[in-house]
Nanobody, 124 residues
Framework: QVQLVESGGGSVQAGGSLRLTCAAS????????MGWFRQAPGKEREGVAV????????YYADSVKGRFTISQDNAKNTLYLQMNSLKPEDTAMYYC?????????????????WGQGTQVTVSS
């Protein structure tokens, strides 16, 4: 059974940084995608960053390019999202997600496993 558990959210002032962590267990797809998504109140969920399992390719939403970095530690089955220069519009619930077997990745692929989310709040 696949389980994704996020941590690292919190409250920060604009311009600050946070690092989100997603601990994955039971996930054995060697050719697949992992990613971070977010959903603000009253808005649709949006893809933030995606990485091919193995880490050779990454994809970012335009709104976070240059500020956020997705990475993973395969030995620890852990996914990260380093968020710098945070803005109030980054305030949202952030979710870790994983796909099934996929030959390629981008922000639009289907993700079938989801964590419970971690809240990020950025104040101005």
């Amino acid at each position: 059974q696949v389980q994704l558990v996020e941590s690292g959210g919190g409250s920060v002032q604009a311009g600050g940084s946070l690092r989100l962590t997603c601990a994955a267990s039971g996930y054995t797809y060697s050719r697949s995608c992992m990613g971070w998504f977010r959903q603000a109140p009253g808005k649709e969920r949006e893809g933030v960053a995606v990485i091919t399992n193995g880490g050779d390719s990454t994809y970012y939403a335009d709104s976070v390019k240059g500020r956020f970095t997705i990475s993973q530690d395969n030995a620890k089955n852990t996914l990260y999202l380093q968020m710098n220069s945070l803005k109030p519009e980054d305030t949202a619930m952030y979710y870790c997600a994983a796909s099934g077997w996929r030959p390629w990745c981008n922000l639009g692929v289907d993700f079938i496993y989801w964590g419970q989310g971690t809240q990020v709040t950025v104040s101005s």
